[in-house]
């Protein structure tokens, strides 16, 4: 790909252009595009956006919930990009209206980017290329980008690296998970959903979440828990205006602007560390990986391996 295509394609990209926004990321997912030429070029611009984590147990309520929260954002004049990682499937292709993602609300909306993302073994990094697709969606002008995990241990902690704000969802159900939650992960939460709340027991989910967070010892300033139901709309409405405020504020949010800069570092650290493994593995020094054979297995250390194939310059 030429650099003249590529400048062609972010112009429009910036511009909102729907086309140009899909190849942008299918390039970078496809290594037809250099990542580090689009960021390069869009990096500086990705600032306006409020990236949302959004994550919780499978079925929670997730994807529901962006799509309640889409039109009443939209009402604000804000626009929306959507992305919605699924760790279980392989990936689609980058179906834009992913079939688990339930987010209809966007359709014929310029200003509504939905994607759902399956994660491809070989792709590695899924969190990583969310974080370059937010990037994309902030250059062409999205206001808030929701990014939708489910949360399975590790991957509250990849989502709420790449985002400003984590929001965890749970569900009246959720009780027992609650108590078993270590406090690492409750630290992450900016926001705390308690979704279904048309079923019973959404008070005492709610109750809990506070009883933890008031008896953690750190200062964790103050976190919103919302009681919400996209069955009959309770506490939407509210949990919306609440985004669009942080929206309005985010430059004076100071625990945010800690956030970009841990993840400035930190992604500074992932591309050394790649550059570093990628410099490392000369095809002489891969060779020598390659002639291990049955004499090896009992006779050497991996260690011994490693010196052998360090010093083989
Ligand atoms: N009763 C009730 N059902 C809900 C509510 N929100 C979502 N659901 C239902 O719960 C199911 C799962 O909803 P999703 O929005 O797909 O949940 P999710 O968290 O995105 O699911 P995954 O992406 O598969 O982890 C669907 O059948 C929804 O209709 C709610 O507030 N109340
Ligand atoms: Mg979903």
């Given at each position: 790909?030429?650099s ?16 140009s ?10 290594k ?24 919780g ?20 004049n ?14 689609t ?6 079939d ?23 792709l590695?990094?899924?969190t ?47 009780g ?8 690492g ?31 953690t ?9 919302f ?23 985010m ?23 790649k ?39």
């Amino acid at each position: 790909m030429s650099s003249k295509k590529l400048n062609e394609i972010l112009l429009k990209a910036k511009n909102n252009d729907f086309l140009s926004i899909s190849n942008l990321m299918s390039g970078i997912e496809n290594k037809k595009f250099s990542r580090s030429e689009v960021s390069r070029n869009i990096y500086k611009e990705t600032f306006n956006a409020l990236k949302i984590g959004i994550t919780g147990p499978p079925g929670a309520g997730k994807s529901s919930l962006t799509n309640k929260l889409i039109p009443l954002i939209r009402e604000s004049n804000l626009s929306v990009g959507v992305l919605a990682v699924d760790p279980s499937s392989p990936i689609t292709g980058g179906s834009f209206l992913g079939d688990r993602v339930r987010i209809n609300n966007a359709i014929n909306d310029d200003h509504v980017f939905v994607r759902s993302m399956g994660s491809r073994a070989e792709l590695g990094g899924i969190t990583e290329l969310a974080e370059d697709f937010s990037d994309i969606l902030a250059y062409s002008g999205k206001d808030i980008i929701f990014i939708e995990t489910v949360g399975v241990g590790q991957s509250e902690y990849s989502v709420s690296e790449i985002t400003d704000l984590t929001t965890l969802v749970f569900v009246p159900e959720s009780g027992d998970e609650i108590q078993l939650l270590k406090a690492g992960i409750l630290e992450l939460a900016d926001i705390f959903v308690v979704n279904k709340s048309d079923r019973k027991d959404s008070n005492l989910l709610v109750k809990s979440i506070n009883n933890i967070l008031s008896s953690t010892k750190k200062d964790m300033g103050h976190i919103p828990i919302f009681k919400t139901s996209c069955k009959t709309d309770e506490g939407i409405k509210d949990f919306a205006d609440s985004i669009v405020e942080m929206f309005h504020s985010m430059n004076e949010n100071e625990k945010i602007k800690k956030k970009q800069i841990i993840r400035l570092s930190r992604r500074i650290e992932s591309i050394i560390e790649k550059d570093l493994i990628k410099s490392f593995w000369t095809e002489e020094r891969k060779s020598i990986l390659n002639d291990i054979d049955t004499n090896d297995l009992k006779s050497v250390s991996p260690y011994e391996i490693v010196e052998k194939i360090k010093g083989s310059l």
